[in-house]
């Protein structure tokens, strides 16, 4: 089983930050998340809250078990951008997968009937 600091250096190197952008992110420098990373060192709660907003699994690097099922980039990234965008945004991206999710032929019907 992986150590609690090489799951931190996965989640970094998943979400494709250097140590020293990744240890700024949590507030810190770049030896504390070396020291992370080898172990020497237990990250708290504040750092954990701040990777955990730019995309880390927390509950992974703490425990070993996935939250969730981790998505491909392209839909992790999707994904981002609905929840950073406004109303407006969020239902022109809902429309958006609305209409090109149905089965052919379907879109054309109701554009025609209606």
Known sequence: MKTQGERLREERERLGFNQTDFAAIGGLKKLAQINYEQDKR????AYLAAIAAAGADVQYIITGQRSVERLPSREAALLDNYRH??????KIIEQT????AEPPGEYEVKKRGG
């Open 42 to 45: 237990a990250p708290d709660s």
């Open 97 to 100: 997968a609305f209409a090109t």
């Open 85 to 90: 965008s406004d109303e407006k945004g969020r």
